[in-house]
């Protein structure tokens, strides 16, 4: 058994897990951070490239969503395969993850080059926000090939245990893309003033940044996985096997995107305004839910070895530790909405009306703050059991069958502020959703 395997197999649960866990929360609360950098010069530029900004999220998201999901899949299996000693199909698992992260890429491609002003045009008529918005989306569409490679080399560090490794990889090409934004931004040190685009190049120019030091890292400090750029040929079973874990995945957080643009939908009937307040929250809300997700993303690997190891105790411990810091970091985040909710929005340049609308929004969101911790361990520890379809079933009731219809419901009372309470609303039914398949997953272990 080698010394990584040792780690998965047999090293304390809660030391395991924080070794692991520690480095891709600060990576993910890095990247939370030049989300945020990038929306703040943004909306220096004016309020109408902020909200373009706003507006392109939910495509930004369906690309995360691509991207991470298939990374479930892939680190789920791969896990699997160290913890199985199986190591041509871990390598084969490897392989194919870069050959996906290609396809996905050529798809995003196309998207943006066809349907980038289409997709604008379809929330608003304002030229301004129509033709930043365009050119914002054409560029990290058509350039998306750094951003998908990056996650798939940052997942088979962490399906490894390797986190450390991972968080140089996303923390690299966040830094990237700090320094850069105010420079292509404002046109700073010579460089011409870029306005958004200039936003929309520091964020490729620093995903290929990340995804150069992911791939070195891989080939160089990653022993237990094989590259093998010679044998890039598609095995679709191989492939069906990623995404029968992965789709589930990438059709929950996909979700987001629908959610969002059905959000925008229904406040842009207020103000735009109302639209930047939802820009601001989940730019705000990630500096809680990223180190969350970088919990999970150790958690994953670590049920997943002994899963294929079956030990049983170790995937529990795992869990109930995760659920425990998981509600802490959200409890957090709930006390800093809600005490400083006026301080978060000023970082957006904030009009009068912005803060007498996003004051109370955030003050009302962050109550479902309470739950959510719980649900996004519970779903994840569903992906890594290869149960994805649980994890999938809680996020279409969560936002398509109670958020975004209970939002809209409350909108007809013409209040926009009864809008933010779907937040909490949806959160409470999935904690039931959770319970109930809880249930079910104990009789799964039973091994």
């Given at each position: 058994?080698?010394?990584?395997?040792?780690k998965?197999?047999?090293?304390?649960?809660?030391?395991?897990?924080?070794?692991?866990a520690?480095?891709?929360?600060?990576?993910?609360?890095?990247q939370?951070?030049?989300?945020?950098?990038?929306?703040?010069?943004?909306?220096?530029?004016?309020?109408?490239?902020f909200?373009?900004?706003?507006l392109?999220?939910?495509?930004?998201s369906?690309?995360?969503?691509?991207?991470?999901g298939?990374?479930?899949?892939?680190?789920?299996?791969?896990s699997?395969g160290l913890?199985?000693?199986?190591?041509?199909?871990?390598?084969?698992?490897?392989?194919?993850a870069?050959?996906?992260?290609?396809?996905?890429?050529?798809?995003?491609?196309?998207?943006?080059?066809?349907?980038?002003?289409f997709?604008?045009?379809?929330?608003?008529?304002?030229?301004?926000?129509?033709d930043?918005?365009?050119?914002?989306?054409?560029?990290?569409?058509?350039?998306?090939?750094p951003?998908?490679?990056?996650?798939?080399?940052?997942r088979?560090?962490?399906?490894?245990g390797?986190?450390?490794?991972?968080?140089?990889?996303?923390?690299?090409?966040?830094?990237?893309?700090?320094i850069?934004?105010?420079?292509f931004?404002?046109?700073?040190?010579?460089?011409?003033?870029?306005?958004?685009?200039?936003?929309?190049?520091?964020?490729i120019?620093?995903q290929?940044?990340?995804?150069?030091?992911?791939?070195?890292l891989?080939?160089?400090?990653?022993?237990?996985?094989?590259?093998s750029?010679?044998?890039?040929?598609?095995?679709f079973i191989?492939?069906?096997?990623?995404?029968?874990?992965?789709?589930?995945?990438i059709?929950?957080?996909?979700?987001?995107?629908?959610?969002?643009?059905?959000l925008?939908?229904?406040?842009?009937?207020?103000?735009?305004t109302?639209?930047?307040?939802?820009?601001?929250?989940?730019?705000l809300?990630s500096?809680?839910?990223?180190?969350?997700?970088?919990?999970?993303?150790?958690?994953?690997?670590i049920?997943?070895?002994?899963y294929?190891?079956?030990?049983?105790?170790?995937?529990?411990?795992?869990?109930?530790l995760?659920?425990?810091?998981?509600?802490g970091?959200?409890?957090?985040?709930?006390?800093?909405?809600?005490?400083?909710?006026?301080i978060?929005?000023?970082m957006?340049?904030?009009?009068?009306?912005?803060?007498?609308?996003?004051?109370?929004?955030?003050?009302?969101?962050?109550?479902?703050?309470?739950?959510?911790?719980?649900?996004?361990?519970?779903?994840s520890?569903?992906?890594?059991?290869?149960?994805?379809m649980?994890?999938?079933?809680?996020?279409?009731c969560?936002q398509?069958?109670?958020l975004?219809?209970?939002?809209?419901?409350?909108?007809?009372?013409?209040?926009?502020?009864?809008v933010?309470?779907?937040?909490?609303i949806?959160?409470?039914?999935?904690?039931?959703?959770?319970?109930?398949?809880?249930?079910?997953?104990?009789?799964?272990?039973?091994?």
């Open positions: 058994m080698s010394e990584q395997e040792n998965m197999g047999v090293m304390p649960i809660n030391s395991l897990l924080l070794s692991m520690v480095p891709i929360m600060i990576s993910m609360l890095v939370a951070l030049y989300n945020i950098v990038d929306s703040i010069f943004v909306a220096k530029v004016s309020e109408n490239a909200t373009a900004v706003s392109a999220f939910p495509i930004q369906l690309m995360i969503a691509v991207a991470t298939t990374g479930v899949g892939i680190n789920a299996l791969l699997r913890g199985e000693k199986k190591q041509e199909f871990v390598d084969k698992i490897a392989n194919h870069v050959i996906l992260a290609i396809f996905s890429a050529i798809l995003f491609m196309v998207l943006g080059l066809v349907g980038a002003r997709f604008f045009a379809a929330q608003t008529d304002i030229a301004e926000i129509v930043g918005g365009t050119k914002y989306l054409t560029i990290v569409c058509i350039c998306s090939l951003l998908f490679l990056q996650v798939t080399f940052e088979t560090l962490q399906a490894t390797r986190t450390l490794y991972s968080m140089m990889s996303q923390g690299l090409g966040a830094i990237i893309n700090i850069l934004d105010p420079i931004i404002f046109g700073l040190l010579g460089m011409p003033k870029l306005g958004i685009a200039g936003a929309a190049l520091a964020t120019i620093g290929t940044g990340g995804m150069l030091i992911g791939l070195y891989n080939v160089k400090k990653n022993p237990e996985i094989h590259f750029f010679k044998q890039l040929c598609p095995d191989i492939i069906k096997r990623i995404y029968a874990i992965g789709i589930p995945s059709v929950m957080s996909s979700l987001m995107s629908v959610t969002t643009f059905s925008n939908r229904i406040l842009i009937g207020f103000s735009t109302a639209t930047n307040v939802l820009g601001a929250y989940y730019k809300q500096f809680i839910f990223m180190p969350v997700f970088g919990l999970n993303n150790a958690m994953i690997p049920i997943g070895y002994n294929g190891a079956r030990k049983k105790d170790r995937i529990f411990k795992t869990v109930k995760s659920a425990m810091y998981a509600v970091i959200m409890l957090t985040g709930l006390t800093v909405f809600e005490l400083f909710p006026h978060l929005l000023r957006f340049n904030p009009s009068d009306m912005m803060l007498e609308i996003g004051v109370p929004a955030l003050r009302i969101i962050c109550i479902s703050f309470i739950f959510a911790g719980f649900c996004i361990v519970c779903s520890m569903f992906q890594a059991l290869g149960v994805s649980y994890s999938l079933i809680l996020s279409v969560r398509l069958v109670v975004v219809p209970a939002a809209y419901l409350l909108s007809k009372l013409g209040d926009v502020n009864l933010w309470w779907a937040f909490p949806a959160e409470v039914m999935s904690v039931v959703c959770c319970i109930f398949f809880l249930r079910k997953i104990v009789k799964l272990l039973d091994f």
